[in-house]
């Protein structure tokens, strides 16, 4: 699910606010590819839907023509 990041936990001076604001950058990264994963996964699924669709309306109008 997506998610929001705050950086408001990266208060401080020096290397430990640094490391802090590093931190939520990471998070942040991560959760982006998450989202994007998961995303991805739908729109695989989607594409794999409308092609079956397809098929099956191609095989439905070469029976009908068929039988009549």
């Known amino acids: 699910s997506i998610g929001a990041v705050s950086t408001n936990n ?3 001076a020096g290397a430990a606010g640094a490391n802090d604001a590093l931190l939520i950058l ?3 990264i991560s959760q982006i590819a998450s989202d994007r994963s998961e995303l991805g996964a ?16 191609e095989n439905a109008a070469a029976a009908k023509s068929r039988i009549l």
Do not use: E, F, P
């Open 26 to 28: 990471d998070r942040a």
């Open 10 to 12: 990266a208060t401080g």
């Open 42 to 57: 739908v729109q695989n699924r989607m594409q794999s839907t409308i092609n079956n669709l397809a098929s099956v309306s």
